[in-house]
């Protein structure tokens, strides 16, 4: 019997690599996990995003997360298509807001889309780990492949 090749990267395979890794912004955060993901996925990604790599985006995030968070959605956008994200399949990214922050400052996130109700995230405390969609709310979805 012929091997069949598989021409798209395992999703399981490619996620499990990240799942552990200690959180450092600018190396492994929510955004890097991203970048990392959708390149072994194949996806052709530029090096540089309105005058940004993965180690100035760092920096701008640290002076001004809101305008970090708006060239982040903008590079997103301009590498994937839009999906309405109750429709997101497994492999896609979704924008995610945590559902109960309490008085703490909004967490508006990336995360990969893990199927069986899970997502993929960074996280400041806990590093890159796989967690329930319920404690989210779905904000925007990008198509991975």
């Known amino acids: 019997m012929p091997k069949i ?3 798209r ?3 399981a395979v490619i996620t499990s690599r ?3 890794l ?3 912004l600018g190396k492994v955060d929510c955004f890097s996990i991203i970048i ?3 390149r072994a996925m ?4 530029p090096s540089e995003f309105e005058g940004l790599t993965l180690d100035t985006y760092a920096e701008l995030f640290k002076k001004d997360p809101d305008n970090a968070i708006a060239t982040m959605l903008n590079c997103l956008d301009s590498i994937s298509q839009p999906v309405p994200p109750h429709k997101a399949q497994p492999g896609d990214i979704l924008l995610l807001k945590l559902r109960s922050v309490g008085s703490r400052q909004q967490f508006i996130s990336p995360g990969i889309n893990a199927g069986n109700g899970h997502v993929i995230v960074a ?3 806990q590093g890159v780990v796989m967690v329930p969609l319920r404690y989210y709310t779905r904000l925007r979805g990008w198509k991975c492949c």
């Open 123 to 125: 996280m400041k405390n």
């Open 36 to 38: 990392v993901y959708l």
């Open 5 to 7: 090749k598989n021409k």
């Open 18 to 20: 990240l799942i552990g």
């Open 42 to 45: 194949k996806v052709k990604l």
């Open 22 to 24: 200690e959180y450092e």
């Open 9 to 11: 990267p395992c999703l």
